[in-house]
């Protein structure tokens, strides 16, 4: 039987809260090079680095939290049968966080006993564990630390389903995930439909990133007998498997640093990944052949590897990641045609594998044997039929609304009708209006009063965002006729026309923002202008103009000292982070800054107070805090000698003083 409820999910949890208010603007390049082997076939070169920058807009910063955990009741939804246990947070994205084996008493995936944000998603704040859903963008999706909608509805054989859902404010389209739990399955079915509303193409990404447990004697199995594979800034090339670094990387434990394999699975062959421990058991994860790419990630044995399985868990958990994504290669996205809609199942579940086959030296017969084994337990031609016959659930209503997202859809809808423009999101998609809320109201009065409601520029928050053609056409409208045409309105103008890449008419709009009103905001923006132009003396005009002008917040004074430390302006740095009040020189940011300020201004006595700060916010593959170490005993050393530092007691520092594990976050050490 299988049964759908929510429940308490209680875990000690730091806090966060609020939003930056600063906006943080894309590239003019919305592509990158990443270097991969020439000599590779071109579908596999084919959209690589396309339309995969770095993407925030029209999302605000998760900056704000820290390491204080505290219990916390999170909101769980639960699909259980006879045989698995699924347990899904909605007001996290809807992260899967645990898949229990109930006749095994096994979790099949890596369970994060804590909840802490760190540094690694697209807006900052992003948790390790379980399985996360990521869309639209390359990266760590903008909602994973953020509510989406949750529901019950009728599955094939009238036992309840769940759906995940969402509207996506970057590229302003709906998606949709119903998880199926039939009764007596062993697998978990996940049937995932991505919907272009539009008349024209976008860019549309997918990854399935997955935590398994990391252990000595668990094997990573792939149905590739080739993966792809890069050092640093080297190329993506072509490695045999299973052997790196003359060991057998498949088995993490044996790779010395951080580490992305993408595999190049076997052509017409069904795409799966596993991660089996020692005695043949563990998490298997298939789908139908959409989702073409597979992944291995892994920390490394490293020490700021381990520390970041640490920092982001509990002392002495580690975890793997076996991802499935859309593209062969994940910064990569894929063109979806107008009205396009596209669907894939994947199913989740434990294999159960004789270990001397999948443990066997040789790869390819340890593959094919588990992958021998998965055929017996679901055949690929079953999943082909259940995905077909779960498209017939995927059109049918929400029964019962079990958690709310946000109302950003329900605005869309509401735009939609307003305008009298078609509404092509599904209506089994349901976004009620009571789930606008405080977020959505000054776009709601655009729409309408036809005005964006004035406040005062020493509020500490213009508002959230709107980057939509749509909205802009609208407000555009609205300050042509003169409705509404105060300062606010042409900040967030400004905002809209950066996002579309147009900085000279964002330019021009701040600078009618701040003539109608002077504010910070405009002014912030404007040196972020001048950075992009190189004219780091101009930015800092600007950005001293904005600080005394106020509202003196944290995100900002964050930037001012950035900007003071990138122009290799210390002394004044130093003034700046000594003045700051209490409260925001000890935002761990700020310490950071005063201690960079001290050591380059030579008061070595000030910066030792750092290195025992409990940090939050560093960011995956910073390596500021072990710099700072790295000087500052370099300095010493030289000091004690009586001569100037130089090279050699900077080599003397990396090599005698080892740095405590809670600053060192280094990722491309080899532990030899």
């Known amino acids: 039987m299988t049964t759908l409820r929510t429940e308490d999910y209680t875990i000690p949890a730091a806090t966060m809260s609020g939003e930056n208010p600063l906006p943080v603007f894309r590239d003019v390049n919305e592509s990158f090079v990443m270097p991969i082997d020439p000599k590779l076939p071109d579908d596999e070169r084919r959209y690589v680095g396309w339309k995969a920058q770095y993407r925030v807009l029209p999302h605000r910063m998760q900056d704000h939290y820290d390491r204080v955990k505290k219990p916390r009741a999170f909101k769980a939804v639960v699909l259980e049968n006879e045989i698995l246990r699924a347990t899904f947070l909605p007001e996290l994205g809807g992260r899967l966080v645990s898949l229990f084996n109930k006749p095994r008493g096994l979790e099949l995936l890596d369970r994060n006993p804590v909840w802490q ?159 089996l421990k020692g005695d043949g058991r563990g998490l298997v994860q298939t789908s139908t ?16 590897g381990r520390n970041w399985q640490e920092y982001l868990a509990a002392p002495g958990r580690a975890y793997l990641e076996i991802q499935a994504g859309l593209g062969k ?134 508002g959230p965002f709107q980057t939509q053609d749509e909205w802009r056409w609208l407000l555009e409208r609205h300050l042509a006729e003169g409705r509404g045409a105060h300062w606010l309105a042409h900040y967030h103008h400004g905002v809209m026309l950066m996002e579309a ?75 700046f982070c000594a003045e700051l009040p209490e409260a925001l020189r000890g935002h761990e940011r700020i310490r950071i800054a005063s201690a960079l300020a001290a050591l380059k201004t030579g008061r070595l006595d000030e910066i030792e107070p750092l290195f025992a700060y409990p940090f939050a916010t560093i960011r995956e593959g910073e390596v500021t805090l072990t710099d700072i170490w790295f000087e500052w005993h370099a300095n010493r050393l030289a000091m004690a000698a009586g001569k100037p530092v130089d090279e050699a007691f900077r080599t003397r520092a990396k090599k005698e003083c080892p740095p405590p594990a809670n600053i060192d976050f280094r990722l491309l050490v080899d532990i030899h």
Not at 174 to 202: K, M
Not at 521 to 534: D, I, P
């Open 117 to 275: 944000p760190a540094n690694l998603a697209l807006r900052n704040a992003w948790f390790s564990g379980g399985v996360e859903w990521n869309t639209s963008c390359f990266g760590h999706y903008h909602l994973t630390c953020s509510p989406v909608f949750a529901a019950r509805v009728e599955g094939l054989n009238g036992e309840p389903a769940l759906r995940l859902y969402e509207f996506d404010r970057t590229k302003a389209f709906p998606w949709q995930i119903d998880f199926h739990l039939p009764e007596g399955s062993a697998f978990l079915f996940v049937r995932v439909r991505l919907i272009n509303t539009h008349d024209y193409e976008i860019p549309m990404y997918w990854w399935s990133n997955i935590a398994a447990p990391e252990s000595p004697d668990t094997r990573v199995l792939v149905p590739a007998d080739t993966a792809l594979h890069h050092t640093g800034d080297a190329p993506l090339e072509v490695n045999r498997l299973p052997l790196v670094f003359g060991k057998d990387a498949m088995y993490v434990t044996n790779v010395p640093m951080v580490r992305e394999f993408y595999f190049r699975l076997e052509k017409n062959n069904r795409p799966w990944v596993a991660a």
């Open 289 to 304: 052949s959409r989702l073409q790419g597979r992944k291995l990630f892994c920390w490394g044995m490293a020490s700021g």
């Open 329 to 462: 290669v994940q910064p990569t996205c894929l063109p979806m045609p107008g009205h396009a809609q596209w669907a894939w199942t994947e199913a989740y579940g434990m294999l159960e594998a004789d270990p001397k086959k999948v443990h066997a030296p040789e790869w390819s017969q340890a593959w094919r044997a588990a992958q021998a084994d998965l055929d017996a337990a679901l055949p690929e031609a079953k999943l082909n039929t259940l995905h077909d016959e779960f498209g017939r659930v995927a059109v049918r209503p929400v029964k019962e609304l079990l958690a709310k997202g946000s109302g950003w859809g329900a605005l869309e809808r509401r735009r939609l009708k307003a305008n009298a423009e078609a509404d092509r999101i599904p209506a089994e998609l349901a976004f009620p209006d009571d789930a606008l809320g405080p977020d959505q109201q000054a776009w709601v009065a655009l729409l309408d009063q036809g005005a964006l409601p004035e406040r005062s520029p020493q509020d500490g928050d213009p």
């Open 501 to 575: 890449h147009d900085s000279h008419g964002a330019r021009k709009a701040w600078e009618k923002s701040h003539e109608l009103k002077p504010n910070a905001w405009a002014l912030r923006n404007l040196a972020q202008l001048e950075l992009r132009r190189g004219k780091k003396d101009k930015a800092l005009e600007r950005y001293q103009q904005a600080w005394k002008l106020g509202p003196q917040v944290a995100a900002l004074a964050v930037e001012y000292a950035k900007a003071l430390s990138d122009a290799e302006r210390f002394d004044e740095l130093r003034v």
